[in-house]
């Protein structure tokens, strides 16, 4: 049993409960074309993530790939303005222009998610160098999917931390697949985490099915990390939907989905904690629903926010006092007089 005993496992899937609900949530915010943009890349199958979420502290920071919605839940966003940023509106976390792939929160410790595969992992060297050279017991955690284990520069950034010994985690969430590639048809060793032990990370494999396995040796990973030995966790779940959200994954199987489904840590734990009588199934309900109202209402916020203005939209973007662009109609205007 993970740390912490069956109290950690009730709050563990809470915030289980919380990922899934607003996963759903989104998925429905899509279908009622509330959404910014067209690109959606849910994280349902991959909420025991929560459990390396769970050891992280205050002060550390992290990175995320483009399918990291539930990890900034686990890190205590604010799922109202999560849900704004994905429709575009004025009060998200970036102002409505970052969308479902580029939520970011300084005051989270989020160093920016990155939609381009493996991109945000270097960022954590420089943190972890940050942190070390400052002499703070902080970590930072870079997550990203399997797809990002063929990248080259996970490799440089795993040598760095290991030549340096930084204090950084850097967690594949391996899902079996890259946008419509099984991971066995991109790497011949599919134990992701011995390429990290070759760079002489502390490196461990977990089962994305079982939170509190997840839980402890992330802690182990963690502990090990904040004291200069980097390290590395593989999380084995399944994607359950597609790619993205107009995926509906043709290359699987009916059978195979079936299968890893039967990963689902969300009902695995449900099932542990009536089986400990840690909690019965009406007071799980009401937790569940509790969640769905949460974000039914998180929902509701988004739809009723305000778009950002049109007079924004260099904000953030230029230094303060720089010259902005003209706008293309203005621009247009101008060289139409010009040539009459």
Known sequence: MATGGNKLLLDLYRTMRRIRTFEERVNELFV??????????????EEA??????TMEQGDSFTTHHRGHGIFIARGADPNRMMSEIAGKADGYCSGKGGSMHIADMGLGALGANAIVGGGIPHVVGAGMSYRNRGLKNVSVAFFGDGASQQGILYEAMNMAALWKLPVVFCCINNQYGMGTRIDRAAANTNLHERAIACGLNGVAVDGGDVEEVHEASERIMTAARNGRPGFITLTCYRFYGHARLDKSPYRDEAEEAEGRKRDALVNARARLIDRKTADAASLDALDEAAAEEMNAAVAHAIAALPPDQDSMFRDVYAEGELRPRPLREHLSMILGEAR
């Open 49 to 54: 993530i929560s459990g390396v979420c769970e």
């Open 32 to 45: 009622r074309g509330e959404t910014a943009g067209s690109m959606l890349h849910m994280s349902i199958g």
